[in-house]
C-alpha cells in the first residue's frame, strides 16, 4: 500500500476580519502535497483572502492553522523561505530588467550566481523571456510581465506555489504558457491558485469551492460534477433565447441559457421526471430540432454550488 501524501496545508476554523466584516469565517481544509488545487468561487468569496493567508501575509484566527508545518498564528518569517507567491498586481522592480530581478530574489534566499543561473535559464527558456533578460520589467507586455512574476516564484525552489488569478489579463498564448510551467511542477510541489477559467478549473488536481467566506465543497472536478445533483441537456434550434424561456417554465427545470443554436436546460436529479420524459418534453417545445442530454460541465457545476449556497443562505 502506498503511503499517504503528507498534508502541506490544514486549517481548522481558520477566521480572518476587516473590522466588523469576517472575509474568512471559519474555514477547514486539508490539502496534501504535491498536487494542482484551484480555489474557485463567485467575486468576494475570499479567495484572495485566503491565499494570501496561506503565505504569511495576514494575520488570522483559528484553533489549528499551519502551512508546510508552521503555524500561521504565530512568527511566518521561516515559512517565507519556502514558498513562491504571484499576486493579482504585477509587483516585482519595474526598473530593474528580467534578470536583475530574479538577482534580487536569488540573494534574498541565498542562491549563488551558479544556482541562480541553473534555475533560471531553464525557465526563462519556457517561459519564452530568455530573449529578453536585459529589457526592463516595466518594458514588458502583460503576458510576459505575469510569466516573469512566476519565474521569480520559481527560481528558490519552492515547496509551496501560491497563485492568485495567475492567467488574467493575459493573451491566449501566454496564458497555454503558464499553464504550461504549473502543470510541470504538479509532481514535485504544491501550486494552489485562484482562477475563473472554467478549463482551468478543470485541468486541477482539486478544487475547493467558496463562497462568503466559507467552503462550500472540496474534491476533484469530476467528485464535484457528480455531487451537484444536475442532469444537463441542450436544445437545438433557430431561437434559442425562446427555447430557453419556455423551457424556464417546466416545474421540473432549475437553470436554462442560450448560447449560438443551443439552449442549456439543467434539470436537479431530485426532480427530474426521468430523461426519457425531459427529452421528450423538451422536443415538443416550439422551435426546438433536436435535443440531447450531455454529461455536466464545469459551468453547470458552478452555477448548481452557487444555487445550493444561495438557498442555504436563504434558509
Not at 466584516?21 to 494542482?36: E, H, N, S, Y
Request: proline share 5%.
Amino acid at each position: 500500500m502506498s503511503a499517504r501524501p503528507p498534508i502541506a496545508i490544514r486549517c481548522r476554523g481558520l477566521v480572518k476580519k476587516f473590522g466588523r466584516r469576517r472575509a474568512l469565517a471559519g474555514i477547514d481544509l486539508d490539502v496534501a502535497t504535491p498536487q494542482i488545487v484551484g480555489i474557485i468561487g463567485p467575486d468576494g468569496a475570499g479567495k484572495t483572502t485566503l491565499l494570501r493567508a496561506l503565505v504569511g501575509l495576514l494575520e488570522v484566527e483559528a484553533a489549528e492553522a499551519t502551512v508546510l508545518g508552521y503555524d500561521l498564528r504565530g512568527d511566518v518569517g521561516a515559512l517565507k523561505e519556502h514558498v513562491g507567491y504571484v499576486p493579482q498586481a504585477f509587483s516585482l522592480h519595474r526598473d530593474l530588467s528580467v534578470m536583475e530581478n530574479l538577482r534580487f530574489t536569488a540573494r534574498l534566499h541565498r542562491l549563488t550566481d551558479d544556482e541562480l543561473r541553473a534555475r533560471a535559464m531553464p525557465i526563462l527558456e519556457r517561459t519564452g523571456l530568455a530573449p529578453f533578460v536585459d529589457r526592463p520589467a516595466g518594458a514588458l507586455s502583460g503576458g510576459m510581465k505575469q510569466k516573469l512574476a512566476i519565474a521569480n516564484a520559481l527560481v528558490p525552489g519552492p515547496s509551496l506555489i501560491v497563485l492568485d488569478e495567475p492567467t488574467a489579463g493575459v493573451d491566449v498564448v501566454a496564458r497555454g504558457e503558464i499553464l504550461a510551467i504549473l502543470d510541470g511542477r504538479r509532481h514535485d510541489t504544491l501550486v494552489v491558485l485562484s482562477t475563473s477559467y472554467l478549463d482551468e478549473m478543470t485541468a486541477c488536481d482539486r478544487l475547493v469551492y467558496l463562497d462568503d467566506g466559507r467552503v462550500v465543497a472540496t474534491g476533484t472536478p469530476d467528485e464535484l460534477r457528480a455531487g451537484v445533483g444536475v442532469e444537463l441537456y441542450r436544445a437545438w434550434g433557430d431561437d434559442p433565447h425562446e427555447i430557453a424561456r419556455v423551457a424556464r417554465a417546466l416545474p421540473w427545470v432549475a437553470e436554462t441559457h442560450a448560447s449560438g443554436e443551443v439552449a442549456r436546460i439543467e434539470v436537479p436529479t431530485a426532480t427530474t421526471p426521468g430523461a426519457a420524459t425531459v427529452r421528450r418534453t423538451l422536443a415538443t417545445l416550439p422551435g426546438v430540432r433536436l435535443v440531447d442530454q450531455v454529461a455536466v460541465d464545469m459551468e453547470a457545476t458552478l452555477l448548481a454550488l452557487a444555487r445550493t449556497t444561495a438557498a442555504g443562505a436563504a434558509a
